[in-house]
């Protein structure tokens, strides 16, 4: 099977089986002959009850010390699993906007969209766990809303990689913290799972960075110019910045502390 294929498949899906998609021949099995021309964005396709909901519809996501509250837990558990299905539909749509890109890359796309999967089910299944169903609560487009401008793949993995994930360093400890100190137990494991591939995911972004950025004046200034519509840079970072996590990432010293300086 073509990566095209795949891609496709993934984003088009109408169900959310669907995007749980794997090639026959597995991942290994996947080819890249013939990658087309480059596709902009268009909408995913999805199950009635994971369309993008009206503004007005939105569920307050709850405070972390009511976590141990299972009606409380599913919200926040729902809004997580929500990104995760907005990752895989970002990083398939990428394999369709970015033909010309390295093999590399590409390739590398297709490992994050299985991790993508992979965190996206325990969601679900955890979500199951505490007695709801992924879809019961209405869902927002917070990643998709700067796909259209997302035009190289530079732009792609600042935005991505580099501000949605690289933000995931510092929330997924926060969030794994509070569900431990509440006894969900359950929860705390998936976000320590979540938090390690994260690691792996903004490391992506890095080494894809100093590639493309070699030639600008410093991974940051490049970074910050090729940030996009709503994505500034402070969303990449919660309130407990966690430098460690950067390092393992190979984020560069010179951005670590630029990033930590932001307020
Ligand atoms: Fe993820
Ligand atoms: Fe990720």
């Known amino acids: 099977m073509e990566l095209s294929d795949f891609a496709e498949r993934i984003l088009f899906a109408d169900s959310l089986e669907g995007k749980f998609f794997r090639p026959p021949g597995g991942l290994s099995g996947l080819t890249d002959r013939d990658p087309g021309p ?9 199950p009635a009850e994971l369309a993008i909901a009206p503004r007005g519809e939105r569920v307050k996501f709850p405070h972390p ?22 990752a895989i539909e970002m990083m398939a749509w990428a394999l369709l906007a970015y033909p010309d890109a390295p093999a590399a890359f590409r390739v590398g796309l297709v490992r994050l969209i299985a991790d993508e999967q992979r965190h996206l089910r325990m969601y679900a299944e955890r979500i199951a766990g505490l007695g709801a169903r992924f879809g019961d609560l209405p869902v927002n487009d917070h990643f998709l ?11 792609w993995i ?9 933000a995931n360093l510092d929330h997924a400890p926060f ?5 431990r100190r509440q006894g969900d137990e359950a929860s705390a494991e998936i976000m320590d799972i979540i938090f390690e591939d994260e690691i792996h995911h903004v490391g992506f972004g890095a080494r894809w960075l100093s590639k493309y950025g070699a030639d600008g004046p410093s991974s940051f200034e490049t970074y910050l ?5 709503h994505n500034e840079p402070i969303r990449a970072r919660g309130e407990e910045f966690d430098a460690e996590a950067r390092r393992r990432a190979g984020l560069d010293d010179e951005f670590i502390r630029a990033m930590a300086e932001l307020s």
């Open 38 to 46: 480059p596709r902009q964005w268009s909408e995913p396709g999805r």
């Open 65 to 86: 010390e009511n976590l141990g509250d299972p009606v409380m837990a599913v919200r926040a558990l729902h809004t997580f699993a929500n990104h995760e299905l907005m």
């Open 145 to 155: 809303r700067c796909a259209p401008e997302l035009t190289t793949p530079l732009k």
């Open 158 to 166: 600042c935005a991505m990689n580099l501000t949605f994930e690289q």
């Open 175 to 179: 969030f794994g913290h509070h569900f």
């Open 225 to 229: 110019s090729n940030l996009t519509f």
